[in-house]
């Protein structure tokens, strides 16, 4: 089975940055999509970043789109998100996902999941 562990959480004030990184395992096939969700206390889990590994195409939420980038390590095996302009509203625990092929960014949609990364902003 694919194993995902998440990194590079922490607190950060409005306007900073953070970037997480997923690491990817136990899979050789590497023609996977990856994507990052997040989930805020009390909220539905949102798809907000994915990766399609074949052709390297991304997708960003509305939400996210000109702030946060996903890219692919050229060890192929690590998925980078990088978020700036951070706002408080991006608060969340944030989740690393991955499923053979291409897949729609909703949650019922992976197969992979790692345990998760926090992710907190102040005002």
């Known amino acids: 089975q694919v194993q995902l562990v998440e990194s590079g959480g922490g607190s950060v004030q409005a306007g900073g940055s953070l970037r997480l990184s997923c690491t990817i395992s136990k899979y050789t096939d590497k023609i996977l999509a990856v994507a990052w969700f997040r989930q805020a206390s009390g909220k539905e889990r949102e798809g907000i970043a994915s990766?399609?590994?074949?052709?390297?195409?991304?997708f960003y939420t509305n939400s996210v789109k000109g702030r946060f980038t996903i890219s692919q390590d050229n060890t192929k095996n690590i998925i980078n998100l990088q978020m700036n302009s951070l706002k408080p509203e991006d608060t969340a625990m944030y989740y690393c996902?991955?499923?053979?092929?291409?897949?729609?960014?909703?949650?019922?949609?992976?197969?992979?999941w790692g345990q998760g990364t926090q992710v907190t902003v102040s005002s």
């Open positions: 990766i399609y590994t074949g052709d390297g195409s991304t």
């Open positions: 996902a991955a499923t053979p092929g291409r897949a729609p960014i909703q949650a019922i949609s992976w197969r992979y």
